[in-house]
């Protein structure tokens, strides 16, 4: 009814609904480990159902922080870095943090410098640094954010960063073994820029894939990411005469270009070439035909990179490693035995 307002969810409707104590629920919105992550799971899941948003002023002077983490990110309007900005959003809120963004246009270090200082100056606990190209050392990373606790993703295999990815090489070779299984041979690729770590990762696991399996890989054109940037590919390897019954594509995006330009030449997909994408966009299962493709769990990126951030902002002596998380293979139409 109008002038009635809701009323305020909170900590013990949390801790009613997930049959736990506060004691437990309040451990898990401060990211205390003694939490089984069974109950961990269950109780987050609950506060975002239920809405249920920590008190900021309580938590700030109990804790003398901000609540709130920053996101620096380039290629914000790709699939991708979206995806992350979103799940990583999505956590924070869910554990009573707020949010502070800051895209980068060209990602130059001293973009980055402006970014983080802007970040500084908000008082922000801990960043997530989202930053997929390459042109920004790490050494020069690190002095940027200064005291600033800060976890990567989407970035260069390394061990010893504070960082979590999901494993590229592992996908491209999933999607590259898959077609080797079906039986081609000659298996040419699409790839995503080489300035990207992904897309430079994928293409050197679609070469090594191939190699080991004592197969010399066919021609190999970059594309931008979009779906214009893969049917301008595609035509360039139809005009090469690159001879082809299987394509490697670096994302769905540019599968659904490859594709198209495919059909205009008089190629069916999969009779005449099988296409593998990689994403598994929400669209991917309704392309003509349906995809088969790379699923990245972005969702859990997001859970994972915050809880990280969180520990190395509780704990500046947490260890500095790469977790990284693993993609899965689906099998839809878009691919086929070799005839």
Same mark, same amino acid.
């Given at each position: 009814?109008?002038?009635?307002?809701?009323?305020?969810?909170?900590?013990?409707?949390?801790?009613?609904?997930?049959?736990?104590?506060?004691?437990?629920?309040s451990r898990v919105?401060?990211?205390?480990?003694?939490?089984?992550?069974?109950?961990?799971?269950?109780?987050?899941?609950?506060?975002?159902?239920?809405?249920?948003?920590?008190?900021?002023?309580?938590?700030? +002077?109990?804790?003398?922080?901000?609540?709130?983490?920053?996101?620096?990110?380039?290629?914000?309007?790709?699939?991708?870095?979206?995806?992350?900005?979103?799940?990583?959003?999505?956590?924070?809120?869910?554990?009573?943090?707020?949010?502070?963004?800051?895209?980068?246009?060209?990602?130059?270090?001293?973009?980055?410098?402006?970014?983080?200082?802007?970040?500084?100056?908000?008082?922000?606990?801990?960043?997530?640094?989202?930053?997929?190209?390459?042109?920004?050392?790490?050494?020069?990373?690190?002095?940027?954010?200064?005291?600033?606790?800060?976890?990567?993703?989407?970035?260069?295999?390394?061990?010893?960063?504070?960082?979590?990815?999901?494993?590229?090489?592992?996908?491209?070779?999933?999607?590259?073994?898959?077609?080797?299984?079906?039986?081609?041979?000659?298996?040419?690729?699409i790839s995503g820029?080489?300035?990207?770590?992904?897309?430079?990762?994928?293409?050197?696991?679609?070469?090594?894939?191939?190699?080991?399996?004592?197969?010399?890989?066919?021609?190999?054109?970059?594309?931008?990411?979009?779906?214009?940037?893969?049917?301008?590919?595609?035509?360039?390897?139809?005009?090469?005469?690159?001879?082809?019954?299987?394509?490697?594509?670096?994302?769905?995006?540019?599968?659904?270009?490859?594709?198209?330009?495919?059909?205009?030449?008089?190629?069916r997909v999969p009779?005449?070439?099988?296409?593998?994408?990689?994403?598994?966009?929400?669209?991917?299962?309704?392309?003509?035909?349906?995809?088969?493709?790379?699923?990245?769990?972005?969702?859990?990126?997001?859970?994972?990179?915050?809880?990280? +951030?969180?520990?190395?902002?509780?704990?500046?002596?947490?260890?500095?490693?790469?977790?990284? +998380?693993?993609?899965?293979?689906?099998?839809?139409?878009?691919?086929?035995?070799?005839?």
């Amino acid at each position: 009814m109008p002038g009635v307002r809701s009323k305020r969810v909170t900590l013990y409707d949390v801790a009613r609904q997930a049959d736990v104590s506060y004691q437990t629920v309040s451990r898990v919105i401060n990211n205390h480990p003694n939490v089984a992550p069974e109950t961990r799971h269950r109780i987050l899941q609950i506060i975002e159902t239920l809405g249920y948003r920590p008190s900021h002023t309580a938590r700030s +002077l109990a804790t003398q922080r901000s609540c709130t983490l920053g996101i620096v990110t380039f290629g914000a309007m790709y699939y991708g870095p979206s995806q992350m900005m979103f799940n990583v959003e999505r956590a924070a809120k869910a554990r009573g943090y707020s949010l502070r963004l800051s895209t980068i246009l060209n990602a130059t270090l001293d973009e980055l410098c402006e970014a983080v200082g802007g970040m500084r100056d908000q008082l922000v606990d801990g960043l997530i640094m989202i930053m997929p190209t390459q042109g920004i050392p790490y050494p020069d990373l690190l002095a940027a954010c200064g005291q600033i606790p800060f976890v990567q993703t989407d970035t260069e295999e390394s061990p010893d960063m504070a960082s979590v990815v999901i494993d590229q090489r592992a996908g491209s070779r999933m999607a590259t073994q898959h077609l080797l299984d079906l039986g081609h041979t000659a298996i040419c690729e699409i790839s995503g820029p080489l300035h990207w770590f992904s897309g430079a990762a994928r293409h050197e696991s679609w070469q090594q894939t191939l190699r080991a399996a004592g197969v010399t890989p066919g021609l190999s054109f970059a594309g931008d990411w979009s779906a214009a940037g893969g049917y301008a590919a595609a035509k360039q390897l139809l005009a090469e005469k690159a001879h082809f019954t299987a394509l490697v594509v670096g994302n769905d995006q540019m599968a659904l270009g490859a594709i198209r330009a495919l059909r205009e030449h008089g190629l069916r997909v999969p009779e005449d070439v099988s296409v593998v994408g990689f994403d598994d966009l929400p669209e991917a299962a309704y392309f003509d035909p349906p995809l088969t493709t790379v699923r990245q769990n972005f969702a859990a990126l997001g859970e994972q990179s915050v809880e990280y +951030l969180l520990s190395l902002i509780d704990d500046p002596e947490t260890r500095l490693e790469q977790r990284t +998380l693993q993609p899965e293979f689906v099998e839809r139409l878009s691919t086929r035995p070799r005839r």
